[in-house]
């Protein structure tokens, strides 16, 4: 059994900064790619960011600039430094692992989510 554990959101200003943890724990034998969703009332579920175990990244172009995703494969944990926040980007943030068990078998995992609002 393997749990995400997302930490880190809460209520920021405009053009406020935050930073996201999502620790990986239980029958891990590796890591693949870690990544970061996020979901707005009313709309559907965006990806914001992905790194490979090897550290290669992507973003969103919106995000582009302003959000650094980053792991530690030391500790099972991927971050997402989020800087010049909008109002826009209040949303339920998710973590995203693909995770290879000790018995051979890969699986994605979502964690439960984080509130990340943006608001005056």
């Known amino acids: 059994q393997v749990q995400l554990v997302e930490s880190g959101g809460g209520l920021v200003q405009p053009g406020g900064s935050l930073r996201l943890s999502c620790a990986a724990s239980g029958s891990i034998f590796s890591i693949n790619t870690m990544a970061w969703y996020r979901q707005a009332p009313g709309k559907e579920r965006e990806a914001v960011a992905f790194i490979s175990s090897g550290g290669s990244t992507n973003y969103r172009d919106s995000v582009k600039g302003r959000f650094t995703i980053s792991r530690d494969n030391a500790k099972n944990t991927v971050y997402l430094q989020m800087n010049s926040l909008k109002p826009e980007e209040t949303a339920v943030y998710y973590c995203?692992?693909?995770?290879?068990?000790?018995?051979?078998?890969?699986?994605?995992?979502w964690g439960q989510g984080t509130q990340v609002t943006v608001s005056l």
């Open positions: 995203y692992a693909t995770i290879l068990s000790r018995v051979g078998v890969s699986t994605t995992y």
